[in-house]
């Protein structure tokens, strides 16, 4: 199989174009039953880990309101999940992208065709004019806000003026990977639906369904063994040489915070130049070893420790969004990496 075919293979499809849910059943079921008893919230932070169906589960909800506007009605009232026929027109537009009743926010390209790394508040400052718009279609109206992480301090703060005085019949889903993070009185007006991590055979469905790769392939199957419940993990794992830069950060992490110069060369080597899902992996390497870190009972002991690890992990963000965004040079990243993390473990 060619390099580019495998490439094809592991592009998964965007979360509106994905029309089936797997695990999170209970989740979905606190959605319907919020959404038909009549007296839904009007914004929920829906949070989790990243990949496990976060935005799967906010388009998914999205389709079944604007397809069924009326919470009392019939069919609302009988469906057993949020599943809306991929063939609807309402499911074909939101596919399309092209739903006058949903809004979506999320990170967009600058002026230089460069994607970046926050939604601005110009881009949030579109749900005023969406939700003050009667024309574009009746009844309810649905915000996807993919990832309120992402938002500026600006943008997060033109959210919340409009969550503040939320209008009828206005739905806002704001996707979350570190709920914990998200600004505290936005946080206040959201209720909270966490997502767990999916079970291993989840995982190899949801794959398989959002790609063209075999359920049964045997690279799909060793890379959601290792993907701690998370499909975008899995995704980035696949093909092997992302399952082993994976492994040699993590070989490296388990040194800190002493680190061996001439293994960080490799390392920077291995990222190559431009790869993204070698610099992907990378970086989901490093958010693996610091989530066991966040975990322990030693982080929980030592807090000036774990305010550490979080504040240089906030710094490594940046700093990879940064270097994918602009295309920089991936070894100075690895050892400014490893060298924040060497200072917050000692």
Known sequence: MSARKVEQERTARHPRETSDLFGHREAEATLLDAYRSGRIPHAWLIGGAQG??????????????????????????????????????????????????????????????????????????????????????????????????????????????ILEEPPQQSLFLLVSHAPSRVLPTILSRCRKLLLRPLETDDVVRAAAAATDIDAEDPALLEAAAASDGSVGRALSLLGGDALKLQQRTAALLATLPSVDPRELHALGDALGTSDRVALAAFIDGIDRWMSERMRTGDANANLPRLARLAEVWEKIVRAARDTEAYNLERKPLVFSVFSMLADATR
């Open 52 to 161: 496990v169906g976060k935005a799967t589960l906010a388009y998914r909800m999205a389709r079944f309101v604007l397809a069924f506007r009326n919470p009392k009605s019939s069919q609302v009232q009988a469906a057993p999940t949020l599943r809306v026929d991929p063939s609807d027109a309402v499911a074909r537009q939101i596919t399309a992208g092209a739903h006058g009743g949903l809004l979506v926010l999320e990170r967009g390209l600058n002026d230089r065709g460069v994607m970046r790394t926050v939604i601005t508040v110009d881009e949030t400052r579109e749900t005023i004019s969406f939700f003050g718009s009667t024309a574009a279609v009746d009844g309810w109206r649905v915000c996807i806000v993919d990832t309120v992480d992402e938002l500026n301090p600006n943008a997060a703060n033109a959210l919340l003026k």
